[in-house]
């Protein structure tokens, strides 16, 4: 049997765009991601989350879920312009409604709502009419959502997240343009980045002053990193495996610890990367009560000689590859998902003690970790023992790195239900809930029944192998 610490938080999450549905009822305008999906050639049959899984309509049944499951803790996020439709001034009280509602509705059966303020669905009228997260002035649009979303549900709301991955913002909305806004450059990620930290810090500054001491909440932000693994002994790989870390999540963790990005970023990234303003360090050092991570998978790293031949020795999401040189691979033993992410459940625990290390041991979430698998529906089942070993595997690994003195708290499984995948739509399924897109039925996947026993036993018996974790 493994054992978990007595409060352990079992979670699960979502996020707006995702689930909700309803994209043009009850007062709410189109996001940035309503607008990319309605680009044709921009997401896997050119869907969208115009009813997604209908969240919005049937979210008491959805909490009835997720009380039958005896989930202690469940994360969503707010959809900005259903709060404020174009991003800046009038408050929408259909989308307030909506909000207190859900939150009334998990607190009737003893489920902790955690709420995420930004996951990735910038109201339209901010990228269009404002440049969206290049303009410095975000950070003040962006303080006024927040204090309207304190002000509405936080006597209520006690575990807020700011903003969800920076890093995909960054990278895959402004690096690759991959994801909204579709922006493809090798600078705006970085200052993209620059004015996320930015809003955090002011968001943040904000509930301390204003809310903390009465509400008696926590606010943090979420970061996701993958584990980079050395592929030699080599220094040189050693330091890349570094490298890839510090380009990925000392990018935003560094400012919000230290107050400042890492040195090897402002080493090779000279003048294209931001300098912070005193105001902002003020703001953004120390500006999180807790450290919210998802984590998904891992890779080899290996360092690249700028000199050599280098054009094409990218595997996977490493960022701008020109600014780190890192080789990444993955090895051809590892059992992979539907979305090609290998399954390594000891990177999961290196990250951790990483994390440990570097930021001086952290109350830490797993706000996110989960696996796409190919689900199938037979007589009213779902037989997804793959998703089960993923979940088993990961949660080991978090109770090794627990018993080496890391102070992980809790753990969100991505995603409570079958969702809209971003650019993939509705080809990858996430959820540990089946979710059937022609009649929208939920059922309960195997690994949701097997997640029950592991909360009301808050652990399970471990059937891996040791060598995995
Ligand atoms: C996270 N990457 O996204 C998000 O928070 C979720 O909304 C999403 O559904 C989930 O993970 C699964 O993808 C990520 O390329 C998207 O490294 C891409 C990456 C990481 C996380």
Redesign the pocket.
């Known amino acids: 049997m493994i054992q978990f610490p007595k409060d352990f938080i079992w979670g699960s999450?979502?996020?707006s765009y995702?689930i909700e549905g309803a994209a043009t009822e009850g007062g709410r305008a189109w996001s940035i991601w309503d607008a990319h999906a309605h680009i044709p050639g921009r997401t896997n049959n050119n869907e969208n989350g115009n009813i997604a899984c209908d969240h919005y309509h049937r979210y008491k049944e959805d909490v009835k879920l997720m009380a039958d499951l005896g989930l202690k803790a469940y994360r969503f996020s707010i959809s900005w312009s259903r709060i404020q439709p174009d991003g800046q001034g009038e408050v929408n009280q259909e989308g307030i409604d909506f909000y207190s509602n859900l939150i009334d509705e998990l607190l009737k059966y003893n489920i902790t709502p955690w709420v995420t303020l930004y996951?990735?669905d910038l109201p339209l009228a901010l990228q269009t009419e404002k440049d969206g997260w290049l303009n410095p002035e975000i950070a003040d649009f962006f303080e006024k959502y927040a204090d309207i979303c304190f002000r509405s549900f936080g006597d209520r709301i006690k575990n807020w997240i700011t903003l969800?991955?920076p890093?995909?913002v960054a990278?895959?909305g402004y690096g690759e343009g991959v994801?909204a806004p579709g922006r493809k450059s090798k600078n705006e990620p970085y200052l993209a980045a620059h004015q996320l930290l930015r809003s955090h810090g002011k968001a943040v500054k904000l509930y301390r002053k204003n809310y903390q001491v009465e509400q008696g909440g926590k606010i943090g932000i979420?970061n996701?990193c993958?584990w980079r693994e050395p592929l030699t002994s080599k220094s040189e790989d050693i330091e890349a495996a570094e490298r890839s870390l510090l380009f990925f999540l000392g990018w935003f963790a560094d400012p919000i610890y230290f107050g400042d990005y890492p040195k090897v970023m402002r080493e090779r990234v000279g003048d294209r990367l931001p300098k912070f303003s005193d105001e902002d360090i003020e703001n953004i050092k120390g500006s999180s009560d807790f450290f919210g991570l998802?984590h998904?998978?891992a890779l080899y790293a290996a360092d690249v000689d700028p000199n050599a031949n280098a054009g094409n020795a990218v595997y996977?999401?490493g960022g701008i590859f020109e600014d780190q040189y890192v080789d990444l691979t993955a090895d051809p033993k590892w059992k992979m998902t539907t979305?090609n992410?290998a399954i390594v459940p000891w990177g999961c625990r290196k990250l951790l003690e990483w994390i440990r290390d570097r930021y001086n041991n952290p109350p830490l979430y797993i706000t996110?970790n989960?696996c796409?698998l190919d689900d199938k529906l037979e007589n009213g089942e779902v037989k997804d023992t793959v998703r089960k070993e993923f979940v088993e595997g990961y949660l080991a690994a978090c109770k090794k790195a627990i018993d080496q003195g890391v102070n992980l708290q809790g753990y969100f499984v991505?995603?409570f239900m079958d969702?809209?995948?971003?650019a993939?739509g509705y080809s990858?399924r996430?959820g540990i809930h089946y979710v059937d897109y022609k009649t929208l039925e939920r059922t309960p996947k195997n690994s949701a029944l097997w997640f029950k026993e592991v909360i009301k036993n808050n652990g399970f018996e471990f059937t891996l192998n040791e060598n995995d974790i």
């Open positions: 999450a979502t996020s995702q996951h990735w969800n991955e890093w995909v990278i895959l994801f979420t996701n993958d998802n998904y998978t996977g999401n979305m992410w996110e989960g796409s991505w995603s969702n809209f995948e971003w993939l990858k996430f």
